[in-house]
């Protein structure tokens, strides 16, 4: 790739990014005062951080089966209101327990 075509596609990223920033500004000027427009609003880091994190984290391990018990074990850990550091290695530590056992069988 030439250093011309990327320097496009760099001005063209950061055109789009910085108009997905600003047009909300722009076009919504008071405030929002709909319930379901606030609630909408009000989940939508949470359900894209969701998207983002599920694929990769049962994408990570050498088996789905490992991935899922790594997943499992997080997910408990976290509706019991855990730390992130105990999530973290409690889900790492089912992963390696997972693959172990798989391997041995």
């Given amino acids: 790739m030439s250093i011309k075509i990327f320097f496009i596609y ?3 990223m950061a055109g789009t990014t910085y108009l997905i920033r600003v047009i909300p500004f722009v076009l919504v ?6 319930r379901f427009v606030k609630s909408f609003l ?4 949470f359900a894209v951080l969701t998207a983002m994190t599920i694929p990769a984290a049962l994408f990570a391990t050498k088996s789905i089966w490992s991935a899922l ?4 074990v ?4 976290a509706l019991k209101k855990r730390s992130l550091t105990e999530v973290a290695l409690f889900a790492c530590l089912a992963v390696f327990v997972a693959e172990l056992i798989m391997t041995i069988l």
Avoid at 29 to 34: A, D, F, G, M
């Fill in 10 to 12: 760099l001005l063209l």
């Fill in 42 to 45: 009000y989940y939508i880091p």
């Fill in 29 to 34: 000027k008071e405030k929002i005062e709909n």
């Fill in 69 to 72: 018990a790594g997943l499992a």
């Fill in 74 to 77: 997080a997910v408990l850990l």
